[in-house]
Nanobody, 123 residues
Framework: QVPLVESGGGSVQAGDSLRLSCAAS???????MGWFRQAPGREREFVGR????????HYADSVKGRFTISRENAKNTVYLQMNSLKPEDTAVYYC?????????????????WGQGTQVTVSS
C-alpha cells in the first residue's frame, strides 16, 4: 500500500485561495495522480488529474480555470492550487494514485487513496 497523505485544507471565505498537498511515497513510478472530492450527502466526484511527467492535465468543468494541479516528482508531492473558491467547493478532498499510465477520471480507476482533507468555504 502506497501511503498518500493530504494536507493544506482549512476554512476560508469565498474568493480565497488554498493549496492542497499530497505526499506520495515513490511518486515518480506512478501514472495518473488524481484529486477527488466528496461533499456531505453527495457522491465522490472527480476534480482533476495529472500525468506522470506533469505535462498532461484534465479538470472537471466545475473547477476548470480556477484549480490547477501540479506535480513535483523529486519531492514526491502533488499539489492542488484552488483559487476563487466558492461555497460549493466545500468538501473532503482526496488524493489518488494510479499504478499505470493513462487518463483516469473515475475513482475506481485508481489504486491508492489518501484519507482526505476538509475544505470549507463560507460565503
Amino acid at each position: 500500500q502506497v501511503p498518500l497523505v493530504e494536507s493544506g485544507g482549512g476554512s476560508v471565505q469565498a474568493g480565497d485561495s488554498l493549496r492542497l498537498s499530497c505526499a506520495a511515497s515513490g511518486l515518480p513510478q506512478y501514472g495518473s495522480m488524481g484529486w477527488f472530492r466528496q461533499a456531505p450527502g453527495r457522491e465522490r466526484e472527480f476534480v482533476g488529474r495529472i500525468g506522470r511527467s506533469g505535462g498532461s492535465t484534465h479538470y472537471a468543468d466545475s473547477v476548470k480555470g480556477r484549480f490547477t494541479i501540479s506535480r513535483e516528482n523529486a519531492k514526491n508531492t502533488v499539489y492542488l492550487q484552488m483559487n476563487s473558491l466558492k461555497p460549493e467547493d466545500t468538501a473532503v478532498y482526496y488524493c489518488a494514485a494510479a499504478k499505470t499510465l493513462g487518463v483516469r477520471v473515475t475513482w475506481g480507476e485508481y489504486d491508492y487513496w489518501g484519507q482526505g482533507t476538509q475544505v470549507t468555504v463560507s460565503s
